[in-house]
């Protein structure tokens, strides 16, 4: 389990970066741009069900060295990437004025470590 701070700080990312920059979202698109190696921090959903969806993410995100952040709820990460739906996990690819954001997940990530 990730701490709140790590959490808010990750979801506010996404949603800056749905505005002003470019996200994908859903299991396939999210694998697609991480074997790219164009993701800049992948978000994935602990609620997800079946976990057999999501769960090559983590080491593939760290095989191309990318951010990895679980966040509590689909719902949330859904709210957050703009949608009306839940949604499991979201990558976000170009990070237009969220890049202050994501320096500061990755340094919270790497404090938990």
């Known amino acids: 389990m990730t701490s709140?701070?790590?959490t808010d700080k990750a979801l506010e990312a996404v949603e800056i970066a749905r505005n002003t920059g470019k996200i994908k979202k859903g299991a396939n698109e999210v694998t697609k741009v991480i074997?790219?190696?164009i993701a800049k921090l992948v978000l994935v959903a602990e609620n997800t069900n079946p976990p057999?969806?999501?769960?090559h993410l983590e080491p593939l995100c760290k095989e191309k060295n990318i951010p990895f952040v679980k966040v509590p709820t689909k719902e949330e990460l859904g709210?957050?990437?703009?949608?009306s739906l839940s949604t499991t996990t979201v990558a976000i690819v170009n990070?237009?004025?969220s890049k202050e954001a994501i320096k500061a997940v990755v340094k919270l990530l790497q404090m938990e470590k």
């Open 79 to 83: 709210t957050a990437a703009g949608l």
């Open 95 to 97: 990070e237009g004025e």
């Open 4 to 6: 709140k701070d790590l």
């Open 52 to 55: 057999e969806i999501v769960m």
């Open 35 to 37: 074997e790219r190696g």
